[in-house]
């Protein structure tokens, strides 16, 4: 459970880095965003690494680690997009979602 916690934080600031300037910063210089992304970048190595590494010790492979985290990222930045972005949610991006949860699925059956 701790990977999962640890995952879901680093990948909130890795959303938060890769697309926070599409809101309100778009005025800003390209490096500027960049440096900035960069910074928020570190915060997301620093829950990202160890969740990775207590994920694998505590026996998940890194399959499992990294498809986990990519459900992860679709969970967060549906959020991120509705709520920050304004962007609609349509049967499409359901219909994405549900094929990564069967990707996670069929890697931890069994297991």
């Known amino acids: 459970m701790i990977p999962v916690v640890l995952l879901i934080g680093s990948n909130v600031m890795m959303t938060i880095a890769w697309y926070w300037h599409l809101k309100g910063g778009m005025s800003k210089p390209l490096f500027v ?12 190595y620093c829950l990202a ?11 998940w492979s890194g399959a499992q680690l990294k498809i986990t985290q990519e459900a992860i990222t679709l ?5 991120f997009m509705v709520l920050v972005l304004g962007e609609p949610l349509s ?13 996670v699925a069929f890697l931890f059956v069994g297991k």
């Open 75 to 79: 969970i967060v930045f549906g959020v």
């Open 91 to 103: 049967w499409r991006h359901f219909a994405a979602f549900m094929c990564i949860m069967g990707a």
């Open 33 to 44: 965003v960049i440096l900035i992304s960069w910074g928020i970048a570190l915060f997301e």
């Open 49 to 59: 690494v160890p969740a990775n590494r207590i994920g694998y010790a505590h026996g």
